[in-house]
Nanobody
């Protein structure tokens, strides 16, 4: 299973980026998906998750109202739309496949992408 994240880059504070995660080797239609991020010197942290059919989403408090996760199962792809970006959003962003349809179910993130760098300048 491979996850290819893209769409990162350098953007000014207040700007927007859209991250894309294309999955190969597994049909994601039966699995929840998530986005995580890791800033320099810090541990990786959860950002957002979405259920297998997109019916439910969950966000870290710091990104609520600014970030939106979505998915297109036909394209085996998950997206992260990031608006009103802040310098503290600077990090490497990773997508991951969960082991269940619902991110609240018992399980774990089984597969991870290589990450895409997002840098927000002030």
């Amino acid at each position: 299973v491979q996850l290819q994240a893209s769409g990162g880059g350098l953007v000014q504070a207040g700007g927007s980026l859209r991250l894309t995660c294309v999955v190969s080797g597994r049909t994601i239609g039966d699995y929840a998906m998530g986005w995580f991020r890791q800033a320099p010197g810090l541990e990786r942290e959860f950002v957002t998750a979405i259920t297998w059919n997109g019916g439910n989403t969950y966000y870290q408090d710091s990104v609520k109202g600014r970030f939106t996760i979505s998915r297109d199962n036909a394209k085996n792809t998950v997206y992260l739309q990031m608006n009103s970006l802040k310098p503290e959003d600077t990090a490497v962003y990773y997508c991951a496949v969960y082991s269940s349809r619902w991110y609240w179910a018992e399980g774990d993130y089984e597969y991870w992408g290589q990450g895409t760098q997002v840098t927000v300048s002030s």
